[in-house]
């Protein structure tokens, strides 16, 4: 049986971050973080049901879910369009996103990555660019 899904809008997801920030300031990103490991986890076992495609696969699951518009993975990197995450900031803001891909290179390269995001379109950037690094 296929689990439900709900839906919130970018608006809701920013008033959750402003909420736990209010709370917990920069300490809540690890926790955005880890809902995104959490989320991509099933997101990724679905991308490996076709190895062959597997990024491709990840680009659609990722698209269909509205977590970014767009997204182009290489070997070591990911560059989003459209996260859904992005807010005017001073830092990059889209930790669950982050964790979410962090999930899908763990699972496609069978080990542990770190997953960094070195670009984000809320600090102006035109994309947001996420490097990735086996450790």
């Known amino acids: 049986m296929a689990g439900r899904f709900v839906k919130?809008?970018?608006?809701?997801?920013?008033?959750?971050?402003?909420?736990?920030?209010?709370?917990?300031?920069?300490a809540c990103h690890g926790l955005f973080f880890k809902e995104g490991?959490?989320?991509?986890?099933?997101?990724?076992?679905?991308?490996?049901?076709?190895?062959?495609?597997?990024?491709?696969?990840?680009?659609?699951?990722l698209v269909?879910?509205?977590w970014v518009e767009e997204i182009r993975f290489s070997d070591s990197e990911a560059v989003v369009r459209g996260s859904i995450e992005v807010a005017p900031s001073d830092i990059p803001t889209c930790h669950r996103l982050r964790g979410m891909l962090r999930e899908f290179y763990e699972r496609f390269k069978g080990g542990r990555v770190k997953c960094t995001e070195e670009g984000c379109a809320s600090t102006g950037q035109r994309e947001c660019r996420f490097r990735v690094e086996e450790v």
């Open 37 to 61: 490991s959490v989320m991509g986890t099933a997101m990724a076992e679905e991308a490996l049901k076709d190895r062959s495609r597997f990024f491709e696969r990840a680009a659609r699951i």
């Open 64 to 66: 269909e879910r509205g």
């Open 8 to 26: 919130i809008d970018q608006a809701e997801l920013r008033q959750i971050k402003d909420l736990y920030e209010g709370v917990m300031s920069h």
